[in-house]
């Protein structure tokens, strides 16, 4: 499990987030949306512990665009990097259709606020059977296993990719 410290999450976040008794971060929007926010451990990439970032909007109601949802969920992540020296993986949701859409939102805002310094993302996609896959991993460059994890990536990629258009 996956445990940040949510005073400091808190002090920065624009919404109040709360840890659920299975590890999970929740918060509340000012609409009444409920998200929640989890990492679970994944495949190790360049021998460095790898885990998957998971945003889940709780309530089925569309909403409009709130910049505090981004806020508060990059502040989530930063905490995490504050914290470990982990691999942060990211697969879009296919399970609507609207994965390329979720993709380019996520990375948009992360190019948006984050120091392009601090971290190294990278990015892959294809489309198998008709569905669209998206994938990114995040590694603070201060990590001593980046050129590692980050080739190991590349290569992973390049083999699940390999022939596909």
Known sequence: ??????????ERAHYY???????NYIFE?????????????DTPFGGCSTYQFIIEKIDPIRSQHDPNVEQ?????????????LNVLLYLCDDSDGR????NR?????????????????RTASTTIEGHGFYAAIIVENR???????TEDFENTTQILTEGKP
């Open 1 to 10: 499990m996956i445990n940040l410290a949510l005073d400091c999450i808190n």
């Open 17 to 23: 987030v709360m840890q659920s008794p299975k590890g």
């Open 29 to 41: 929007t000012a609409l009444g949306i409920h998200y929640s926010i989890s990492f679970e451990e």
């Open 72 to 84: 508060t969920i990059l502040t989530i992540i930063d905490e995490f990097f504050r914290t470990y």
């Open 99 to 102: 994965e390329k859409t979720r």
């Open 105 to 121: 939102l996520f990375l948009t805002w992360f190019e948006k606020h984050a120091d392009q310094e601090r971290f190294t993302i």
């Open 143 to 149: 990590n001593p296993m980046l050129k590692a994890i």
